[in-house]
């Protein structure tokens, strides 16, 4: 391979970050390959012809275009596994292009125009642009069809946000719609048809061309072109607006209705690109709530029709009931719906200004779809309010990300310095963009001025600050989300400052780490953290931990709701100064901030537990999702009642997963005597409701009596909640 063919791929494989590889491929398969990955075992030769990766049982030919005509040994068609874990092994240990790539958590260009003007590989990036900037609509009509051409105009011209980067390729962004699309180098002149034909996507497969249409068209209309002759050429139904709020809610009921009355067992292709299609109604219709737990659903259908390990039906017709709730909910808004219910977009930054920040923290996170990370915690001192910063990555992907490295190295913002820096400084952050969850942007033009070391005793903490732990519990009980309820996952962090730090240890039975904390009048709650391996520094840090010769008083947690009960994470300590001078404590990252004294606490974990034995909870801030908490019914709860419900939740998970048609007179039997039951038990609403059921059933009538066992379920978990130990 000559030296610009050799470039040429670097800098192809540079610009694939974790949405190339789906749209390469999809989610599924990245996962799995990232599993390959990580089992090591990889190797890779030059050839005059391409580059040779060779793993366990196969070979994959990587050329200069890249992985997208890349091919291996085995059987697989397309971008297989071993293509995808080839394309990361080569990114990571390969390629030296002096570019670093997207990682998960960095933001894109903030600016819809041409991106990397002056980086020399741009030049073939502009040129691929300008090809799709010349494509005619007639093009873009005869490759996808009428429908789907119309379909995707319609969605443009409602209003679409769009970004842009020029990289090897060009990478076009749907920002609100959260889909990407890409074309790499095609290498000369292509007609049309093989220009469309060569773009990926990382949408279903099943709306490709819709997305690729969408994201042509919004590249044109960014760059001034308008469509009115595509719209006075179209039938009298497909121009004009997006359709509106009350057709498709209308068409939300009558889709969730169908699933139900179909079964959810047996779901189908045209299922999921009915949920895709609705959500991105939704969101043209401002309605993003709806659409990210519509959009939820598809996802969930999906992993089902792909026979998924993580694939539930109990956890797909909860979240079915609740969307059905929150669209039954809009409709009866009429129409101006509360901002509650509507949502807000999570992918867009609006400009904040000059904010006046303090660090108060860092710490890891790992999540169980497949993404790790770090999240950097400040205080808005103007606002009074928690903002936060965040990088992340897929799990399994060396060479581009690493969370020790990133807390010590990473640069936040332009002059700013990485998260062990601003983590614990006061400055000011000038030209700041913030989302509707209180995530900064990271963009460029944000720049940090003013640094000095924060004093984080000297914050208020605007009521969010506890020394008595009955105040506590009274602020727990207005965080819990009940039914439709939506509340800000940042406002589940707190302060306590405790009279006094008592006894650590390690809790056998539950597997965590347990710290009790004692408040002005002797009452006591205790900090856990669980056994992961993502804990494991932190753990280690807080049994080293010695409060007064740290000087502590305060730690910053995070309210937990989990069925279990209520949960207080300790994320980050305060000090008044320790040995070495420091005010704001890491315990994931700064063990070596504190006097060390011999402890074998960890090495018996490992020893007796093994490592990694126990999935963390924690997360990034944006999946601290209130709209599906996964609540179970708690101990303390009236045995006989807890019963009942779970069998009415049981007998109505039945009805929806093998769909109406099969309902029998056994079991509309069976959910009249437990209308009796319940009616008796005070639960007239449901009792009544059940007894509807006992005649030829309506799905409304299935979805809704499940969402009010979800309500009564959250209500006597809320009942029982309590912080103190």
Not at 374 to 390: C, E, H, P, Q, S
Request: proline share 5%.
């Amino acid at each position: 391979m000559n030296a610009e063919d050799r470039a040429k791929l670097q800098a192809i494989l540079a610009s694939f970050d974790e949405a190339g590889l789906i749209a390469l491929a999809n989610k599924g398969l990245v996962r799995r390959a990232q599993k390959d990955l990580e089992a090591g075992g990889l190797q890779h030769e030059e050839t005059e012809e391409a580059i040779l990766v060779r793993g366990p049982g196969w070979v994959v030919s990587m050329p200069p275009a890249g992985p997208a005509h890349a091919t291996d040994d085995t059987k697989a068609t397309g971008a297989s596994r071993q293509i995808l874990t080839a394309t990361m092994y080569l990114r990571d240990q390969w390629t030296t292009v002096d570019e670093k790539p997207l990682s998960g958590g960095r933001q894109p260009p903030e600016s819809s125009s041409a991106q990397g003007a002056d980086d020399p590989r741009s030049g073939e990036g502009g040129a691929l642009q300008q090809a799709l900037l010349d494509l005619t609509l007639d093009d873009l009509q005869k490759w996808a069809g009428k429908t789907i051409f119309r379909e995707a105009l319609a969605l443009v011209k409602s209003g679409v946000e769009v970004e842009v980067e020029l990289h090897a390729g060009i990478t076009i962004r749907l920002i609100r719609q959260e889909v990407e699309a890409r074309l790499l180098p095609t290498g000369g002149k292509k007609s049309a048809r093989t220009l469309l034909d060569q773009m990926l996507t990382t949408a279903p497969r099943s709306f490709h061309k819709r997305w690729v249409i969408a994201a042509v068209l919004a590249l044109q209309q960014s760059h001034g072109r308008t469509f009115e002759e595509a719209v006075a050429s179209a039938p009298a139904e497909s121009a004009g607006a997006a359709r509106t709020r009350a057709q498709v809610l209308d068409a939300a009921h009558e889709l969730l209705e169908a699933m139900v009355s179909t079964g959810l067992a047996h779901p189908s292709p045209r299922m999921v690109e009915r949920l895709f299609t609705l959500s991105v109604s939704a969101l043209a219709v401002h309605m993003p709530r709806l659409a990210r737990l519509v959009r939820a659903l598809a996802d969930e259908v999906s992993q089902i029709l792909a026979r998924d390990a993580a694939a539930d039906t109990g956890r797909l017709f909860d979240r079915l009931c609740l969307s059905y709730a929150l669209a039954r909910a809009l409709a009866a808004a009429g129409a101006q719906p509360p901002l509650a219910l509507v949502g807000q977009h999570r992918t867009q930054y609006d400009p904040a200004g000059d904010l006046q920040l303090t660090g108060v923290g860092a710490h890891p996170w790992q999540t169980a779809s497949g993404y790790e990370g770090i999240t950097v915690l400040l205080w808005d001192r103007a606002g009074k309010r928690f903002l936060t910063w965040t990088a992340s990555r897929p799990t399994g992907s060396p060479g581009h990300f690493n969370m020790e490295q990133s807390y010590r190295t990473e640069a936040m913002w332009t002059a700013g310095g990485p998260p062990e820096r601003i983590g614990r400084s006061q400055f000011t952050l000038r030209q700041a963009r913030v989302n509707a969850m209180g995530r900064l942007s990271t963009s460029e033009s944000a720049i940090v001025a003013d640094v000095v070391p924060a004093e984080p005793e000297q914050i208020d903490f605007a009521g969010r600050a506890f020394t008595n732990w009955r105040t506590l519990h009274d602020y727990t009980l207005n965080q819990y989300p009940i039914g439709l309820t939506e509340k800000n996952p940042l406002d589940r962090l707190i302060v306590l400052r405790p009279a006094q730090w008592g006894e650590r240890s390690f809790d056998e039975l539950q597997q965590w780490f347990c710290w009790h904390l004692q408040d002005d009048e002797a009452n006591t709650l205790a900090l856990t953290l669980p056994w992961a391996g993502v804990n494991e520094d932190a753990i280690e840090f807080l049994e080293a931990l010695n409060p007064a010769r740290d000087r502590l008083t305060a730690v910053l947690v995070r309210l937990v709701f989990s069925n279990k009960g209520l949960l207080l994470e300790p994320l980050a300590l305060f000090s008044q100064g320790t040995p070495n001078g420091h005010k704001v404590l890491n315990p994931a990252f700064d063990r070596n901030l504190i006097v060390s004294r011999q402890s074998a606490l960890l090495a018996r974990l490992r020893q007796k537990y093994g490592r990694d034995r126990i999935a963390t909870v924690m997360t990034a801030d944006e999946e601290w999702d209130a709209d599906h908490p996964e609540t179970r019914f708690r101990e303390g709860v009236c045995p006989g009642l807890r019963t009942r419900l779970g069998e009415v939740e049981r007998t109505l998970l039945q009805i929806a997963e093998a769909g109406l048609g099969r309902l029998n007179e056994t079991t509309r039997q069976r959910l009249g005597r437990l209308s009796v039951e319940l009616d008796r038990a005070g639960l007239r609403e449901m009792g009544r409701g059940l007894g509807e059921l006992e005649q030829p059933t309506p799905a409304a009538g299935v979805i809704w009596n499940a969402y009010l066992c979800r309500l009564h379920r959250e209500a006597m978990s809320l009942h029982l909640s309590s912080p103190a130990g």
